[in-house]
């Protein structure tokens, strides 16, 4: 039975055959490619974005121009264990790369938007200059979905319980509905709470004392 019981939360894709929850870890990267300048011929550029060498977007190509304007917006979400944003600068008639820079995620974290000039790191000997670029690390988030629940303790007078799920972070408290009279309740609603943390904290070296789970009855 879980009326009354803790249940802590310790690996990334916990569940627990009773309580038939179960929560995720993610969060999001906001990049806009802004403009190439100082590049010493005009060319036809478009730049394609990567983290750890896994694509995530492209610009369209700017034609024929030393000086190419994207302003491109992209958000996408990342793995807690991605290190690096690359920005690679291509060109359309060989798809070859020609320039990158290359931004580790833990310069960007607790930050808030993240807006400078570049250096960009040559890949052709003809190619130099500079990359506008902005970021935003979105802050990442465990997402706790409650579910259902199994063979719960009658605690009513009628043989039967009235239970609810509360969800505890710090001095937040989550509280799903009550389903009335059963011990094997279902939530037909997504209850999801967002629980947030530090980047780079992995749920396993979390406080335990911090987040925690009981199924109670009224």
């Known amino acids: 039975s879980l009326v009354g019981s803790e249940m802590c939360i310790r690996d990334r894709d916990y569940i627990d055959p009773s309580y038939g929850g179960h ?28 983290t750890d060498g896994v694509p995530k ?48 995620i833990t310069a960007l974290q607790n930050k808030g938007l993240v807006e400078k000039w570049y250096p960009v790191l040559p890949m052709t000997k003809e190619v130099q200059g500079e990359l506008k670029l902005l970021f935003k690390v ?51 609603t997504k209850n999801e709470f967002q629980l947030y943390y530090a980047i780079g904290v992995t749920l396993p070296s979390l406080n335990l004392t911090l987040l925690w789970v009981k199924a109670w009855t009224t």
């Open 57 to 104: 977007a492209r610009t369209p190509t700017i034609w024929k121009s030393n000086n190419p304007c994207f302003f491109e917006e992209f958000t996408f979400d990342i793995g807690k264990d991605v290190q690096f944003v690359n920005a690679i600068l291509r060109e359309e008639a060989k798809k070859k790369p020609v320039g990158l820079v290359s931004v580790p």
């Open 138 to 188: 979105k802050l990442p988030f465990v997402t706790v979905v409650v579910q259902q629940a199994s063979d719960l303790e009658p605690l009513d007078t009628n043989g039967s319980s009235d239970p609810y799920v509360v969800v505890k972070h710090g001095d937040t408290v989550y509280k799903t509905e009550v389903i009335r009279k059963t011990l094997n309740p279902k939530w037909k």
């Open 23 to 50: 929560f995720r870890q993610h969060f999001s990267l906001y990049v806009k490619v802004s403009e190439v300048k100082g590049m010493r011929k005009k060319r036809d550029i478009y730049c394609t974005i990567n």
